[in-house]
């Protein structure tokens, strides 16, 4: 069974930051691209970053010098750095991967940024 389980949300003030975590299970991890998505009340869920298995990374023009994705195989889990982070980002996180044809999400981390 898949599984993504999403942590490190919360509440920040702008200009903090936070780290994300998604814990996969059920898929082959190093060879599964995995990425972040965001949705703000009202809105509809955008991509943030993604991470490919060789490394290579992209960014929503938004978050570019900001937020950085990163992966740990060995731990089956994908990060995501957020820096100078600001109230337009406040928005559920979502970690994301495609496994067998099927997209797979995990239920989402809150974050809030207070001006």
């Known amino acids: 069974q898949v599984r993504l389980v999403e942590s490190g949300g919360g509440l920040v003030q702008a200009g903090g930051s936070l780290r994300l975590s998604c814990r996969t299970s059920?898929?082959?991890?190093?060879?599964?691209?995995m990425g972040w998505y965001r949705q703000a009340p009202g809105k509809q869920r955008d991509l943030v970053a993604g991470?490919?298995?060789?490394?290579?990374?992209n960014y929503a023009d938004s978050v570019k010098c900001r937020f950085t994705i990163s992966r740990d195989n060995a731990r089956a889990t994908v990060y995501l750095q957020m820096n100078n982070l600001r109230v337009e980002d406040t928005a559920v996180y979502y970690c994301?991967?495609?496994?067998?044809?099927?997209?797979?999400w995990g239920q989402g981390t809150q974050v809030t940024v207070s001006s």
């Open positions: 994301q991967t495609t496994w067998r044809s099927s997209n797979w």
């Open positions: 991470i490919s298995s060789d490394g290579t990374t």
């Open positions: 059920g898929i082959n991890f190093k060879i599964a691209r």
